[in-house]
């Protein structure tokens, strides 16, 4: 697994946005606002495109170390 810090992410509306994008995407993932993170089953390829799909929302994704 891999963990995202996601710090834009404020509200559920924002989960909503992230998961609908990140299901559209194919990505297996876990969202808990309150820590503001996304959780991502650990493929490289998925990381990436998470990554990817979370900018094109405009939100700043982090690998949370």
Do not use: Q, Y
């Not at 995407?25 to 309150?34: E, Q, V």
């Amino acid at each position: 697994m891999t963990i995202l810090k996601v710090e834009e992410m404020h509200c559920n509306k924002c989960v909503e946005r992230i998961t609908n994008a990140l299901k559209s995407a194919g990505i297996k993932f876990a969202i808990d606002l309150k820590s503001k993170t996304v959780t991502i089953d650990d493929s490289d390829i998925n990381v990436k495109k998470a990554i990817e799909v979370l900018d094109d929302l405009g939100f700043e994704a982090t690998i949370k170390s």
